[in-house]
């Protein structure tokens, strides 16, 4: 069991540039969280899959957000034309698809827009 | 939806000293409740859980119950070490079937030799 493991670490861009974040799950789980955390605050729920289906957007999942679990193992997130306020923590969990279990979270990615 | 109230910080205590960190939420349904731990400079870790009322998790000295009546889930742990300084978040799972998160705003613990 390796983790969650998530790339890159850090990233910084250019408002209105467009940026992907990958994320490997624990490879026995069947569930992909992904959340965002601003400074000072708690983790916020951006979308969630089962295998491979998006089953669950928040309404803080703007149009330029998308996400993307195409075989049902690794996810993406990408973020179009960012502005300063994606400014933020973005963090992937994953969980066995049984009940409420457990989320296991990755170390995340730390994006700054300038 | 779910919410989370948790007790505002920073937090500081000495060594040795009884922590409680108090959160209650509200949730649809029957939630599992957790406490996540996040050391500086490292990523969330499951802290404990429960997942039905009375029900005691617990974990490296620290505990919480889980309390229907009161929709409360206070961490406490007898006595703090240094390396117990971090941010600690309470969070139901429910509303949903596959358990959503929603998370307090953290607390900081700071605990001094």
């Known amino acids: 069991d390796t983790g969650v493991s998530q790339n890159p670490r850090h990233k910084i861009t250019k408002r209105g540039q467009n940026v992907t974040f990958r994320c490997d799950p624990i490879s026995e789980h069947n569930r992909l969280y992904w959340y965002r955390q601003t400074l000072g605050q708690g983790p916020e729920f951006l979308t969630y899959?089962?295998?491979?289906?998006?089953?669950?957007k928040s309404r803080l999942l703007s149009d330029r957000f998308s996400a993307e679990r195409p075989k049902g193992s690794f996810s993406t997130l990408e973020i179009q034309r960012t502005e300063q306020g994606d400014s933020a923590m973005y963090l992937c969990a994953s969980s066995l698809a049984e009940g409420l279990e457990t989320q296991y979270f990755g170390p995340g990615t730390r994006l700054l827009v300038l | 939806g779910d919410s989370v109230t948790q007790m505002e910080g920073p937090v500081t205590l000495s060594e040795e000293a009884f922590l409680t960190i108090n959160c209650t939420y509200t949730a649809t349904g029957y939630p599992s409740l957790f406490w996540y731990v996040q050391y500086p400079g490292e990523g969330l870790q499951l802290l404990l859980k429960a997942t039905k009322a009375d029900d005691k998790g617990s974990n490296k000295g620290f505990e919480a119950t889980y309390r229907k009546e009161t929709t409360s889930f206070h961490l406490e742990k007898g006595s703090v070490q240094v390396s117990d300084s971090a941010v600690y978040f309470c969070a139901p799972s429910g509303g949903t079937s596959y358990g959503k998160l929603t998370f307090g705003q953290g607390t900081i613990l700071t605990v001094h030799p």
């Open positions: 899959f089962q295998n491979e289906a998006q089953l669950e």
